[in-house]
């Protein structure tokens, strides 16, 4: 009988997986993500960090004066953004079935330090609520959607400056360290949870961005 059951259960999630609906787990995707093989969509997004408009895998801590004057001029000293692309295709191109408008609704980005920066200091992770609306595609298309998204914001920009002034971190030259920027998109599609990971590296010191 337990035998039987478990015939069944695999017949059951390889008709579920024809007909796009999934049995769970990790899925295709970005790696971490899940959810979307749920609803028939495979989910990934590339994060490309941004400053005045320009794309720069260095976060300024540091604010420099460009010009002595009278009057100085500062270097530019903001937040720094990053632009999301996130993209979906769907998990069978020749099914009929039609997969739900997949709708996000907050995002996380965790900092890691990198191994040769293990003795930098902690970033604390940032939370921002925003919807994202995601339309499925068709047949072999593939739809993608930018949005821009915070990535080391003037609190932790002001906090990172601080700790490792006080003596109590390491760093390299100019107060640079390593450290790995990870995104996680939650949000739901059919009743179901969704969740897209992303992730980049990037550089966090003291740079010169003087016009």
């Known amino acids: 009988m337990k035998k039987r059951y478990q015939l069944l259960f695999t017949i059951y999630c390889l008709l579920s997986a024809f007909l ?50 009278p009057p100085p001029v500062y270097e530019y000293f903001a937040d720094h953004s990053a632009t999301a692309t996130l993209s979906l295709r769907l998990l069978n191109p020749n099914t009929t079935y039609q997969p739900g408008t997949l709708y996000i609704e907050k995002y996380t980005v965790e900092f890691r330090r990198s191994t040769d920066s293990i003795g930098a200091p902690p970033i604390q992770s940032d939370t921002r609520y925003k ?29 990172y400056r601080t700790d490792v002034l006080s003596g109590q971190y390491s760093s390299g030259p100019a107060y640079i360290n390593n450290y790995t920027a990870s995104y996680t998109f939650e949000g739901q599609s059919l009743g179901k949870a969704i969740k897209i990971f992303g992730q980049t590296n990037f550089q966090i010191g003291s740079f010169n961005y003087c016009d």
Not at 36 to 53: A, H, K, S, W
């Open 131 to 159: 919807t994202i609306v995601l339309t499925p595609p068709s047949g072999t298309t593939i739809n993608t959607f930018d949005t821009t998204v915070i990535f080391v914001d003037l609190i932790r920009k002001n906090k």
């Open 20 to 69: 796009l609906l999934g049995c769970g787990g990790a899925g295709p995707g970005s790696p971490g993500s899940y959810g979307c093989e749920d609803v028939g969509l495979i989910c990934e997004v590339t994060i490309t960090p941004t400053y005045q408009d320009k794309n720069t895998y260095s976060v300024d801590v540091f604010q420099q004066i460009c010009s002595a004057g």
